[in-house]
C-alpha cells in the first residue's frame, strides 16, 4: 500500500536561512509526488509535482523538490527562507482517485 | 476566479443536525473529491466523481454521509446526525481526470 512519511513534524528556521523538509514515500511503481502548501484556516496551494523526467523540479516560491528514487524520498527544498513561507507543508504520492499525504511538517520563521 | 470554491467557509451545528457543504469546481474539471482533514493530519480521502457518477467511497464514509454531483457540475456532502467527531475541516478538490488536483479553502465544520 502506498504512503507518505514525513518525519519531522515542525521545523523553525531563521529567515534567509535555507530550508528542507523531507518526505519519504513508499509507493509500488513510478510514483507521481507532489508538495502542497497550507496556510491557516485554508485550503492546499500545490507547489509543485514530480511526473516523470528531470529528477530536480521546480515550483513556485522559488521552492524545489528533488525526487530520488534509490532512498524513496522526494524532500523540498528554499534556499532562503521568507516570513511568509510559515505554513503547513504536505507531501502526497499517487493521483487520481488515490493520493496518499503526509501529516505534513509546520514551519516557523523566526526573525 | 476560476479556481475551486467552498460554501460555507465555516459551519457550526448542535450534535444530531445535519449539515451540508457544496463544492464548486474548476469548470473545465472532470473529477472531483472530497477529503477531510482533521487537526495535525494530512488530507483523507473520502469519495470521488467523474462527471455525475461517483466512483469511489472511502471506508471513511459512514452512512451518514451522502455525496452527490447531480449534474457533473458543483457537488455536495452532506452529514446526516453529525456527531462531535465529525468535525474537521472538509476539502475539496478537482482535476481533469487522473492530473494534477487543485484545492478549495475549504468547509470547517464544528460540531458541538
Known amino acids: 500500500a502506498q504512503s507518505v512519511t514525513q518525519p519531522d513534524i515542525h521545523i523553525t528556521v531563521s529567515e534567509g536561512a535555507s530550508l528542507e523538509l523531507r518526505c519519504n514515500y513508499s509507493?509500488?511503481?513510478?510514483?507521481?509526488l507532489f508538495w502542497y502548501v497550507q496556510s491557516p484556516g485554508q485550503g492546499l496551494q500545490l507547489l509543485l509535482k514530480?511526473?516523470?523526467?528531470?529528477?530536480l523540479v521546480q515550483g513556485i516560491k522559488g521552492f524545489e523538490a528533488e525526487f530520488k528514487r534509490s532512498q524513496s524520498s522526494f524532500n523540498l527544498r528554499k534556499p532562503s527562507v521568507h516570513w511568509s513561507d510559515a505554513a503547513e507543508y504536505f507531501c502526497?504520492?499517487?493521483?487520481?482517485?488515490?493520493?496518499?499525504f503526509g501529516a505534513g511538517t509546520r514551519l516557523t520563521v523566526k526573525p | 476566479d476560476t479556481g475551486v470554491s467552498q460554501n460555507p467557509r465555516h459551519k457550526i451545528t448542535k450534535r444530531g443536525q445535519n449539515v451540508t457543504f457544496r463544492c464548486d469546481p474548476i469548470?473545465?474539471?472532470?473529477?472531483l473529491y472530497w477529503y477531510r482533514q482533521t487537526l495535525g493530519q494530512g488530507p483523507e480521502f473520502l469519495t470521488y466523481?467523474?462527471?455525475?457518477?461517483?466512483?469511489?467511497k472511502s471506508r471513511l464514509l459512514s452512512d451518514r454521509f451522502s455525496a452527490e454531483r447531480p449534474k457533473g457540475s458543483f457537488s455536495t456532502l452532506e452529514i446526516q446526525r453529525t456527531e462531535q467527531g465529525d468535525s474537521a475541516m472538509y476539502l475539496c478538490?478537482?482535476?481533469?481526470?487522473?492530473?494534477?488536483?487543485?484545492f478549495g479553502p475549504g468547509t470547517r465544520l464544528l460540531v458541538l
Open positions: 478538490a478537482s482535476s481533469f481526470f487522473g492530473e494534477t488536483q487543485y
Open positions: 509507493y509500488g511503481a513510478t510514483p507521481y
Open positions: 514530480y511526473f516523470s523526467g528531470d529528477t
Open positions: 502526497a504520492v499517487g493521483g487520481g482517485n488515490d493520493m496518499r
Open positions: 469548470s473545465e474539471h472532470n473529477r
Open positions: 466523481f467523474q462527471n455525475e457518477a461517483q466512483l469511489e
